[in-house]
Nanobody, 117 residues
Framework: QVQLVESGGGLVQAGGSLRLSCAASIFSWISINAMGWYRQTPGKQRELVAA???????NYADSVKGRFTISRDNAKNTVYLQMNSLKPEDTAVYYC??????????WGQGTQVTVSS
């Protein structure tokens, strides 16, 4: 059984910061491959924000490079997204996505991030 629990969203003014967390509850014999964050606004497709491999390699959307940082704590099965210099266009529902060995890819429940101008 796999469960992903997200936290850290909220309302912030432009220029502010937020930190998202996504903790995976899994059986101990299941390993995690890639972890990532996506976001979605009404009427648009879900888009990749950032991803991190099991080896620590990272990938970012051009729109967030230099402002967002993805990291993971393998001991805690948790992925983080540190978001700095937030802009109104970053407003979206953010979803974590985790790939498990032999257990497929799973999504978190989503957390709302709202950036006011």
């Amino acid at each position: 059984q796999v469960q992903l629990v997200e936290s850290g969203g909220g309302l912030v003014q432009a220029g502010g910061s937020l930190r998202l967390s996504c903790a995976a509850s899994i059986f101990s014999w299941i390993s995690i491959n890639a972890m990532g964050w996506y976001r979605q606004t009404p009427g648009k497709q879900r888009e990749l924000v950032a991803a991190i491999t099991s080896g620590g390699g990272t990938n970012y959307a051009d729109s967030v490079k230099g402002r967002f940082t993805i990291s993971r704590d393998n001991a805690k099965n948790t992925v983080y997204l540190q978001m700095n210099s937030l802009k109104p266009e970053d407003t979206a529902v953010y979803y974590c996505n985790v790939e498990f060995t032999g257990w497929g890819t799973h999504w978190g429940q989503g957390t709302q991030v709202t950036v006011s101008s």
